[in-house]
Protein backbone atom coordinates (compact mmCIF):
# COMPACT_ATOMS: atom_id res chain seq x y z
CA UNK A 1 0.00 0.00 0.00
CA UNK A 2 1.28 3.59 -0.98
CA UNK A 3 1.11 6.03 1.74
CA UNK A 4 1.72 9.90 1.21
CA UNK A 5 3.71 11.98 3.53
CA UNK A 6 2.02 15.35 4.13
CA UNK A 7 4.51 17.01 6.67
CA UNK A 8 1.54 19.02 8.74
CA UNK A 9 3.25 20.56 10.78
CA UNK A 10 3.72 23.23 8.00
CA UNK A 11 0.02 22.76 6.86
CA UNK A 12 -3.31 24.74 8.16
CA UNK A 13 -5.72 22.57 9.06
CA UNK A 14 -8.25 23.01 5.87
CA UNK A 15 -4.99 21.89 3.91
CA UNK A 16 -4.90 18.71 6.13
CA UNK A 17 -8.52 18.01 5.07
CA UNK A 18 -7.92 18.67 1.24
CA UNK A 19 -4.50 16.69 1.51
CA UNK A 20 -6.27 13.44 2.36
CA UNK A 21 -9.15 13.94 -0.25
CA UNK A 22 -6.25 14.01 -2.42
CA UNK A 23 -4.52 10.93 -1.38
CA UNK A 24 -7.63 9.19 -1.40
CA UNK A 25 -8.10 10.24 -5.00
CA UNK A 26 -5.08 9.22 -6.13
CA UNK A 27 -5.51 5.47 -4.91
CA UNK A 28 -3.23 6.25 -1.64
CA UNK A 29 -3.70 4.05 1.31
CA UNK A 30 -1.80 5.88 4.10
CA UNK A 31 -1.60 9.34 5.44
CA UNK A 32 1.48 10.24 7.10
CA UNK A 33 1.85 12.93 9.50
CA UNK A 34 5.62 14.13 9.10
CA UNK A 35 9.10 12.62 7.86
CA UNK A 36 10.73 13.39 11.16
CA UNK A 37 12.83 16.12 9.12
CA UNK A 38 10.68 19.08 8.90
CA UNK A 39 10.16 21.42 11.98
CA UNK A 40 7.63 19.16 13.72
CA UNK A 41 6.41 15.87 13.97
CA UNK A 42 3.25 14.10 14.91
CA UNK A 43 1.27 15.71 16.93
CA UNK A 44 -2.14 14.35 18.84
CA UNK A 45 -4.28 17.21 17.24
CA UNK A 46 -2.95 16.39 13.59
CA UNK A 47 -3.29 12.43 14.33
CA UNK A 48 -7.39 13.23 15.42
CA UNK A 49 -7.98 15.39 12.57
CA UNK A 50 -6.87 13.23 9.79
CA UNK A 51 -7.99 9.71 11.20
CA UNK A 52 -11.35 12.47 11.13
CA UNK A 53 -10.80 13.30 7.92
CA UNK A 54 -8.60 10.09 6.37
CA UNK A 55 -11.68 7.84 7.48
CA UNK A 56 -14.04 9.58 5.35
CA UNK A 57 -12.07 8.18 2.33
CA UNK A 58 -11.09 4.84 3.71
CA UNK A 59 -7.40 6.50 4.50
CA UNK A 60 -5.50 5.01 7.22
CA UNK A 61 -3.13 7.37 9.54
CA UNK A 62 0.41 6.77 10.19
CA UNK A 63 1.67 9.10 12.77
CA UNK A 64 5.52 9.66 12.84
CA UNK A 65 8.28 11.82 14.02
CA UNK A 66 8.72 12.25 17.45
CA UNK A 67 7.64 9.43 19.06
CA UNK A 68 10.12 8.05 21.20
CA UNK A 69 8.08 6.24 24.31
CA UNK A 70 5.38 4.06 25.34
CA UNK A 71 3.23 7.03 26.14
CA UNK A 72 3.20 9.07 23.23
CA UNK A 73 2.99 5.84 21.33
CA UNK A 74 -0.60 5.53 22.87
CA UNK A 75 -1.83 9.07 22.81
CA UNK A 76 -0.99 8.82 19.14
CA UNK A 77 -2.84 5.48 18.96
CA UNK A 78 -5.38 6.41 20.85
CA UNK A 79 -6.46 10.27 18.49
CA UNK A 80 -6.29 7.35 15.74
CA UNK A 81 -3.46 6.77 14.30
CA UNK A 82 -3.22 3.10 12.89
CA UNK A 83 0.37 2.53 12.61
CA UNK A 84 3.28 4.69 14.63
CA UNK A 85 7.34 5.60 12.85
CA UNK A 86 9.41 5.67 15.34
CA UNK A 87 13.38 4.83 15.68
CA UNK A 88 12.77 3.90 19.17
CA UNK A 89 10.18 0.90 18.33
CA UNK A 90 12.58 -1.55 20.14
CA UNK A 91 13.06 0.27 23.49
CA UNK A 92 9.02 0.99 23.40
CA UNK A 93 8.20 -2.34 23.12
CA UNK A 94 10.62 -3.11 25.77
CA UNK A 95 9.35 -1.25 27.87
CA UNK A 96 12.49 0.84 28.05
CA UNK A 97 10.97 4.07 26.70
Known sequence: PVKVIIEAAYLTPREKRTACRIIADGGAKFVKTSTGFGKGGATVEDVKLLHEEAGKYGLKVKAAGGIRNA??????????????????GAAIAAGEA
Request: glycine share 12%; proline share 0%; no cysteine.
Open 71 to 88: ETAKAMVEAGADRIGTSA
